[in-house]
C-alpha cells in the first residue's frame, strides 16, 4: 500500500509542468525499507552460496549438504516454533527485563 501511494505521488508530481524546476522524491519510511531489503537480498545472495559451500566442504558430498541445507528452514522454523511453546521468548520476559533495566539508576551492559 506504501508502494502504490509512493508510486502514485511521485508520478503526479513528475507530470506536472508549471515553469519550477522540482522533483518529487520519497523519503522516509519507504526509502529505508527499500533499502533494508535491497541490503537483505544481496547479504542472502553472498551468506547462502556459503553455507552450501561449509556443508559441501564438511560433508564431502553435494548430495549429502543440498539435503541439510533444504531443511535447515524447516530447522529454524521447528526452533522458533518450540520456543514459543515452552515461553523461552514470551514478550513479557522481555518487557520485565527492560522494565528492571531501566528502572536501576547503575544498569550494566547485560541488561
Known amino acids: 500500500m506504501l508502494r502504490t501511494l509512493c508510486d502514485s505521488v511521485v508520478l503526479?508530481?513528475?507530470?506536472?509542468?508549471?515553469?519550477?524546476c522540482h522533483h518529487a522524491e520519497p523519503l522516509g519510511e519507504y526509502t529505508?525499507?527499500?533499502?533494508s531489503r535491497n541490503r537483505l537480498f544481496a547479504l542472502a545472495g553472498f551468506a547462502l552460496p556459503g553455507v552450501?559451500?561449509?556443508?559441501y566442504i564438511d560433508f564431502e558430498s553435494a548430495?549429502?549438504?543440498?539435503?541439510?541445507?533444504?531443511t535447515l528452514p524447516f530447522a529454524l522454523a521447528g526452533g522458533v516454533g518450540a520456543a514459543q511453546l515452552t515461553g523461552a521468548?514470551?514478550?513479557s520476559d522481555r518487557s520485565s527485563v527492560s522494565r528492571r533495566c531501566s528502572a536501576s539508576p547503575n544498569a550494566t551492559a547485560s541488561c
Do not use: N, P
Not at 503526479?12 to 519550477?20: N, P, Q, R, T
Not at 552450501?52 to 556443508?55: K, N, P, T, Y
Open 12 to 20: 503526479h508530481a513528475s507530470g506536472a509542468e508549471d515553469g519550477l
Open 32 to 35: 529505508a525499507r527499500a533499502e
Open 52 to 55: 552450501f559451500l561449509l556443508l
Open 63 to 70: 548430495r549429502l549438504a543440498w539435503l541439510v541445507f533444504i
Open 89 to 91: 521468548c514470551s514478550r
